[in-house]
């Protein structure tokens, strides 16, 4: 009887992507997935900890598992994730029916570390190094990934891939556990992310988006040859069937004139950057230690907007962090209005042990104020994506089809037509009533209606098979 596995991912595409290359890990070792964990023999926990409330929803679900545990002892329960990395042996203090704990440089260490823990093994754990517990080298080992292994049936869609190219950050925001639980930052050799590409078109992968906490910071040196971002891409723009190229997250202190040129030269890469600005005020980005001002975001922006014209920008923002007035907000709110990001995401401070403003800054803005400022961010930014998209209203725009969206909707005829999802070249999410021979293609979309998340669509030329719209058929814009 195969082995069964159950696997709950919280957190970003870092995240997801370990999921995957464990799940494929498990598969080659006769295990099957199941989405009930009560019928599982494996369960693991992929956690988060940049925000408290990520931690809390992992406990709240395993807490559900306690009776299970109790009910089935032989199911093995493992956690992996950055709250793995972060809090060690903690974890089976608070949840003491885990079995393992494990870092994100150890998951490879998976199997193992299930066989030990079924023969009866005491509780096991395997993670990384502090960044002051050994030499350089020694730490980066201790974070390094097991990325060549892939799962396509772990996507939400198998046309669209991460990769990981960078791993770990050395920015040392003051508000961030990441230094901490993914190390040492570091660039993956070139040829390893090549080769990893071309397995992936293999695979069916158009877009491919790459992935890395500060991806614009890329660099990897080998001898005197130094590998940049833009030259990576220009590297991947090379191969077939990969139709769009994408990355994820952006340093704004290391958008370079090379990559805002590679942007621009290269066709495959989406006009579309994510810039998180944190905060518009310089005393809380100095508070932060982002690394820049208002003022050399400002000039990124100028650059961004004089080279690649219309290239959509998206950003993150924490409010409520340590020492923010009501001055200090308003510098947000001004910056949301002058910039028009395409949408961004806001977070409430939220202190975490570790880090240098959980030990040096009071965290003193109270609760019902973070909650306010979010709330108002928030809206305005709605606002601000809700009117923009609604130059798309009568436009015909490339979409390249995920598959069927989330709220699957059976047309009135009860026909075949469900409502399809996919994005634009600038990432926006596009809906329409199609059919699933539309997953994997590059389909012009007509746009009647907007939302600030959404852009709503029908296709003209349905009844046409779908190898009109093969991705190297001319296309339609
Ligand atoms: N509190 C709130 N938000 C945080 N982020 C990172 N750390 C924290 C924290 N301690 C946000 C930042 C980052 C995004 C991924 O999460 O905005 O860009
Ligand atoms: Fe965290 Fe700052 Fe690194 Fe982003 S750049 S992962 S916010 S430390």
């Given at each position: 009887?195969?082995?069964?596995?159950?696997?709950?991912?919280?957190?970003?595409?870092?995240n997801?992507?370990?999921?995957?290359m464990?799940v494929a890990?498990?598969?080659?070792?006769?295990y099957?997935?199941?989405?009930?964990?009560?019928q599982?023999?494996?369960v693991?926990?992929?956690?988060?900890?940049?925000?408290?409330?990520?931690e809390?929803?992992?406990?709240?679900?395993?807490g559900?598992?306690?009776d299970h545990?109790q009910?089935?002892?032989?199911?093995?329960?493992?956690?992996?994730?950055?709250?793995?990395?972060?809090?060690?042996?903690?974890?089976?203090?608070?949840?003491p029916?885990?079995?393992?704990v494990?870092?994100?440089?150890?998951?490879?260490?998976?199997p193992?570390?299930?066989?030990?823990?079924?023969?009866?093994?005491?509780?096991?754990?395997?993670?990384?190094?502090?960044?002051r517990?050994?030499?350089?080298?020694e730490?980066k080992?201790?974070?390094?990934?097991f990325?060549?292994?892939?799962?396509?049936?772990?996507?939400?869609?198998?046309?669209q891939?991460y990769l990981?190219?960078?791993?770990?950050?050395?920015?040392?925001?003051?508000?961030?556990?990441?230094?901490?639980?993914?190390?040492p930052?570091?660039?993956?050799?070139?040829?390893?992310?090549?080769?990893?590409?071309r397995?992936?078109?293999?695979?069916?992968?158009r877009?491919?988006?790459?992935?890395?906490?500060?991806v614009?910071?890329?660099?990897?040196?080998?001898?005197?040859?130094?590998?940049?971002?833009?030259?990576?891409?220009?590297?991947?723009?090379?191969?077939?069937?990969?139709?769009?190229?994408?990355?994820v997250t952006?340093?704004?202190?290391d958008?370079?004139?090379?990559?805002?040129?590679?942007?621009?030269?290269?066709?495959k890469v989406?006009?579309?950057?994510?810039?998180?600005?944190?905060?518009?005020?310089?005393?809380?980005l100095q508070?932060m230690?982002?690394?820049?001002t208002?003022?050399i975001y400002?000039?990124?922006?100028t650059?961004i907007?004089?080279t690649?014209p219309?290239?959509?920008?998206?950003?993150?923002?924490?409010?409520?962090?340590?020492g923010?007035?009501?001055?200090d907000?308003?510098?947000?709110?001004?910056?949301?209005?002058?910039?028009?990001?395409?949408?961004s995401?806001?977070?409430?401070?939220?202190?975490?042990?570790?880090?240098k403003?959980a030990?040096?800054l009071p965290?003193?803005?109270?609760?019902?104020?973070?909650?306010?400022?979010?709330?108002?961010l928030?809206?305005?930014?709605?606002?601000?994506?809700?009117?923009?998209?609604?130059?798309?209203?009568?436009r015909?725009?490339?979409?390249?089809v995920?598959?069927?969206?989330?709220?699957?909707?059976?047309?009135?005829?009860?026909?075949?037509v469900?409502?399809m999802t996919?994005?634009?070249?600038?990432?926006?999410?596009?809906?329409?009533?199609g059919n699933q021979r539309?997953?994997?293609?590059l389909?012009?979309?007509?746009?009647?209606?907007?939302?600030?998340?959404?852009?709503?669509?029908h296709?003209?030329t349905?009844?046409?098979?779908?190898?009109?719209?093969?991705?190297?058929?001319p296309?339609?814009?």
């Amino acid at each position: 009887m195969p082995k069964r596995l159950y696997i709950e991912t919280v957190g970003c595409q870092m995240n997801m992507l370990d999921s995957e290359m464990v799940v494929a890990n498990l598969r080659r070792q006769g295990y099957e997935l199941t989405n009930q964990p009560q019928q599982a023999d494996t369960v693991l926990f992929n956690t988060c900890s940049v925000r408290q409330q990520a931690e809390e929803k992992t406990y709240g679900s395993r807490g559900k598992l306690k009776d299970h545990k109790q009910r089935h002892p032989d199911v093995t329960i493992g956690v992996m994730g950055c709250m793995a990395q972060k809090d060690q042996q903690l974890i089976f203090g608070r949840a003491p029916y885990v079995d393992f704990v494990v870092g994100p440089g150890q998951l490879q260490e998976i199997p193992r570390l299930i066989e030990e823990s079924r023969s009866g093994k005491e509780k096991q754990l395997a993670v990384g190094l502090g960044r002051r517990d050994g030499s350089l080298e020694e730490i980066k080992r201790s974070h390094e990934t097991f990325d060549p292994l892939r799962d396509p049936d772990m996507r939400s869609s198998p046309y669209q891939a991460y990769l990981r190219i960078q791993i770990g950050c050395d920015k040392f925001c003051t508000y961030c556990v990441v230094p901490n639980t993914r190390g040492p930052e570091q660039g993956r050799a070139p040829e390893q992310i090549e080769a990893e590409a071309r397995v992936l078109a293999d695979q069916g992968t158009r877009e491919l988006i790459l992935l890395g906490q500060t991806v614009n910071s890329y660099r990897h040196q080998s001898g005197d040859t130094i590998t940049r971002l833009s030259d990576l891409l220009v590297r991947l723009h090379q191969i077939d069937g990969i139709e769009r190229l994408k990355f994820v997250t952006n340093y704004p202190r290391d958008m370079t004139d090379d990559l805002l040129h590679a942007i621009r030269d290269l066709p495959k890469v989406s006009p579309y950057l994510h810039l998180p600005l944190q905060s518009g005020s310089n005393r809380v980005l100095q508070r932060m230690k982002r690394g820049y001002t208002l003022e050399i975001y400002d000039e990124m922006m100028t650059r961004i907007r004089e080279t690649i014209p219309g290239t959509a920008i998206s950003s993150d923002f924490i409010v409520g962090f340590c020492g923010e007035t009501e001055d200090d907000f308003d510098k947000s709110v001004a910056a949301v209005n002058k910039y028009r990001f395409k949408n961004s995401f806001i977070f409430k401070y939220s202190e975490r042990p570790g880090t240098k403003a959980a030990d040096q800054l009071p965290d003193d803005v109270p609760r019902e104020v973070k909650q306010r400022r979010n709330q108002d961010l928030l809206a305005l930014q709605n606002q601000i994506s809700e009117a923009d998209n609604q130059v798309f209203l009568g436009r015909t725009i490339d979409v390249l089809v995920e598959g069927p969206s989330k709220r699957e909707l059976r047309h009135p005829s009860g026909g075949h037509v469900i409502q399809m999802t996919g994005r634009t070249h600038c990432d926006r999410i596009v809906v329409w009533d199609g059919n699933q021979r539309q997953a994997g293609h590059l389909l012009p979309v007509t746009i009647y209606d907007a939302s600030a998340h959404t852009l709503f669509g029908h296709v003209v030329t349905d009844h046409v098979g779908p190898e009109i719209f093969d991705l190297n058929a001319p296309q339609t814009s």
